[in-house]
């Protein structure tokens, strides 16, 4: 945890963000130290990139943002706008063809509408346009992956043995799984709100049952512990007990070593319980 603090006093961002991902598992079994190194980094960070020259900002603060969704480093919402922000105008000061991706990510910023060019007005400007903004081969590393995490990753492993037979879909938007007109009379209002805005990490459909959804997983970690995730996972579990629906919550211990297998056994745990407690 001691690099974490002299990279920050050497503002090497590019290695803290690095040694984030790939030390993982180490700062997962240090969860409340690497909490009180986020908290300082985030300030630390936007501090820096406040000041700084765009060119040198603008990559870190996508970076920063990605490995916040994906779930390596905890960031406040109040923070997070804040970077979202400082991305986007460093994006846009560099005329980045990066600006698009990153404003897709962020949760808080928007681009503003004055300072910026309006879209071509005629088949001709439009042609001209591409061409110039036209990459020369694939841009893959605009593209996202399915999941946010390895964690996730395993745990679609896990579910793909225990229902080899059923469609498993991530990140499924709860406006897609509940009809609104049947659940918002018993939702508080908070809970409407974030109907809108919420998913659930794995949803498992039948196929031989007109597609219905079946069991509904989220995967938790530490980075559940937050103030900010705990009040998000009370109203996602607030929809869930509205319908009368078990909302499986998986969690393996920090010291887990044999991930999808400890997966398999959990899910399979979690469904015993279940239909105990609907006997």
Same mark, same amino acid.
């Given at each position: 945890?001691?690099?974490?603090?002299?990279?920050?006093?050497?503002?090497?961002?590019?290695?803290?963000?690095?040694?984030?991902?790939?030390?993982?598992?180490?700062?997962?079994?240090?969860?409340?130290?690497?909490?009180?190194?986020?908290? /300082?980094?985030?300030?630390?960070?936007?501090?820096?990139?406040?000041?700084?020259?765009?060119?040198?900002?603008?990559?870190?603060?996508?970076?920063?943002?990605?490995?916040?969704?994906?779930?390596? /480093?905890?960031?406040?919402?109040?923070?997070?706008?804040?970077?979202?922000?400082?991305?986007?105008?460093?994006?846009?000061?560099?005329?980045?063809?990066?600006?698009?991706?990153?404003?897709?990510?962020?949760?808080?910023?928007?681009?503003?509408?004055?300072?910026?060019?309006?879209?071509?007005?005629?088949?001709?400007?439009?042609?001209?346009?591409?061409?110039? %903004?036209?990459?020369?081969?694939?841009?893959?590393?605009?593209?996202?992956?399915?999941?946010?995490?390895?964690?996730?990753?395993?745990?679609?492993?896990?579910?793909?043995?225990?229902?080899?037979?059923?469609?498993?879909?991530?990140?499924?938007?709860?406006?897609?799984?509940?009809?609104?007109?049947?659940?918002?009379?018993?939702? %508080?209002?908070?809970?409407?709100?974030?109907?809108?805005?919420?998913?659930?990490?794995?949803? !498992?459909?039948?196929?031989?049952?007109?597609?219905?959804?079946?069991?509904?997983?989220?995967?938790?970690?530490?980075?559940?512990?937050?103030?900010?995730?705990?009040?998000?996972?009370?109203?996602?579990?607030? /929809?869930?007990?509205?319908?009368?629906?078990?909302?499986?919550?998986?969690?393996?211990?920090?010291?887990?070593?044999?991930?999808?297998?400890?997966?398999? %056994?959990?899910?399979?745990?979690?469904?015993?319980?279940?239909?105990? %407690? !609907?006997?």
């Amino acid at each position: 945890m001691e690099d974490f603090y002299n990279l920050m006093q050497q503002k090497k961002w590019k290695q803290i963000l690095a040694n984030a991902k790939s030390q993982q598992h180490y700062l997962k079994n240090n969860k409340a130290e690497w909490l009180n190194i986020c908290n /300082i980094l985030q300030g630390e960070f936007i501090r820096y990139s406040e000041t700084e020259k765009p060119v040198l900002v603008s990559s870190l603060c996508f970076e920063y943002i990605k490995l916040n969704i994906a779930g390596y /480093i905890e960031l406040s919402d109040e923070s997070a706008e804040k970077i979202e922000n400082i991305g986007i105008r460093a994006l846009i000061a560099q005329d980045s063809t990066e600006l698009a991706a990153f404003a897709k990510i962020c949760r808080f910023a928007k681009l503003p509408t004055e300072g910026l060019r309006e879209k071509p007005n005629n088949k001709d400007e439009l042609s001209m346009t591409r061409k110039k %903004t036209q990459t020369a081969f694939p841009r893959t590393d605009w593209l996202t992956p399915l999941f946010k995490s390895t964690l996730e990753s395993h745990f679609y492993q896990a579910l793909k043995e225990v229902f080899p037979t059923f469609f498993i879909y991530p990140n499924v938007a709860i406006s897609n799984i509940f009809d609104k007109e049947s659940i918002f009379p018993y939702l %508080t209002q908070g809970e409407k709100d974030f109907y809108f805005k919420g998913v659930v990490d794995f949803v !498992v459909y039948d196929p031989s049952d007109e597609h219905i959804p079946k069991y509904f997983f989220e995967v938790d970690s530490f980075y559940h512990d937050s103030s900010e995730s705990f009040l998000r996972d009370n109203k996602k579990n607030g /929809i869930f007990k509205a319908a009368s629906i078990t909302l499986h919550r998986i969690r393996l211990t920090d010291s887990s070593i044999t991930t999808k297998f400890d997966f398999i %056994t959990a899910i399979k745990q979690n469904l015993i319980d279940m239909e105990k %407690t !609907v006997k």
